[in-house]
């Protein structure tokens, strides 16, 4: 308790002394439009200097986006050599269907799927199951497993998952997937270090031993986030509502107030230990990179 004392304690220095002994991970979606992909490029050899252990590129509902996160991710180690993992859903697609994306996954060099149940295709809508899919994550790491020994991440929720029964039974399920073969949790979006401090100390508890990374998520659309978070489980606070009142019209000062706010929670996260950072960047560098750098972290020379 002395030590959850301490990591809970607000006296930590502001930002100034901070080595940037971190790992950080960047979560990008895959591109509609030449527009965008050159957004997404953009974002993506800006924060390359950083380092990243791994970047990551989300899969779109029902696997619509099956081709661009292929393409994305194998453009991504291509050109840059950053790890590259693909998220991967369980949505419309029979088991085998599934492993021969994976093993087209293999065989173009990428070794880490973020392995996923996913969702139906209405917000709220319960999942429902390919006739011959894996019916939730802990099977298609199973699954996973068996075309290859990929590096297989999963996603974890500090305030549990809408669908489960309470948060004991999401807690198993985050055991299960992880005994299937996953090495990593990487966590929904949160704004309180202390749940994720308690989320942590309960994966503990339960005998999860494998990371829980924070998926940081800077927010400078309240109203957006709010629908976003209505669906998966996460809460967004009523101070959240407070700081951007009266912002609408001032995009700049918006941008500025989710740096600090995304910040200040990353601070506290690692004024508890924490030391390994995901960032939901939505495919733009400049937030992720600003709160990298107040937490010490520094570029390297890259060769791409
Ligand atoms: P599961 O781990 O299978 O769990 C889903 C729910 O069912 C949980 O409540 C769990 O407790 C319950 N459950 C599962 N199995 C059982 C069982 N046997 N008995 C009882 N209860 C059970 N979605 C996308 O479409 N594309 C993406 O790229 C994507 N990336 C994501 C990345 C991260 C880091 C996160 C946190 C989420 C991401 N999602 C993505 C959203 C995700 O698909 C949804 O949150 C989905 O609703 C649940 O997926 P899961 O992998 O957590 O499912």
């Known amino acids: 308790d002395e030590a959850r004392e301490k990591r809970r304690s607000r006296e930590t220095p502001l930002f100034s002394g901070l080595p940037g002994d971190i790992d ?16 997404l490029w953009d974002a993506v050899q800006e924060l390359a200097p950083l380092a990243p252990e791994f970047v990551s590129v989300t899969y779109g509902a029902g696997g619509s986006t099956r081709e661009r996160t292929h393409n994305t991710v194998a453009r991504i180690i291509r050109e840059t050599g950053i790890p590259a993992a693909a998220h991967l859903t369980c949505v419309d697609a029979s088991k085998a269907e599934t492993q021969k994306i994976a093993e087209a996954y293999w065989e173009a060099g990428v070794r880490h799927i973020v392995a996923l149940r996913g ?30 020994d990929f590096e297989i991440s999963v996603a974890a929720y500090p305030e549990t998952h809408p669908d489960a029964d309470c948060p004991q039974a999401d807690l198993d399920n985050l055991k299960r997937k992880i005994d299937a073969g996953a090495s990593r949790g990487i966590t929904q979006f949160f704004f309180s270090a ?12 339960n005998g999860i031993d494998a990371p829980m990374v ?16 209505g669906q998966c489980g996460a809460v967004i606070p009523d101070w959240m509502d407070g700081l951007f009142e009266g912002l609408d019209e001032r995009p700049a000062s918006r941008q500025l107030v989710a740096a600090t706010v ?9 004024a508890g230990g924490v030391r390994q950072f995901h960032f939901y960047t939505l495919n733009r560098a400049d937030l992720a990179y600003a709160i990298c750098h107040m937490l010490g972290r520094r570029p390297v020379e890259v060769s791409a």
Do not use: W
Not at 120 to 134: I, L, R, S, T
Not at 194 to 205: G, L, P, Q, T
Not at 217 to 224: E, F, H, I, K, Y
Not at 262 to 270: I, K, P
């Open 194 to 205: 202390e749940k994720f401090f308690d989320f942590s100390d309960n994966c503990k508890a």
């Open 214 to 229: 924070p998926g940081i998520l800077p927010v400078t659309n309240v109203a957006q986030a709010r629908k976003f978070a």
């Open 262 to 270: 995304a910040a200040e929670l990353c601070r506290r996260l690692y």
């Open 24 to 39: 950080v991970s960047f979560e990008f979606f895959p591109p509609k439009t030449e527009k965008m992909e050159e957004k």
């Open 119 to 148: 969702d139906a295709g209405e917000p709220g809508a319960p999942f429902v199951p390919h006739p011959d899919g894996y019916t939730n994550a802990a099977e298609l790491v199973s699954g996973l497993k068996e075309v290859a």
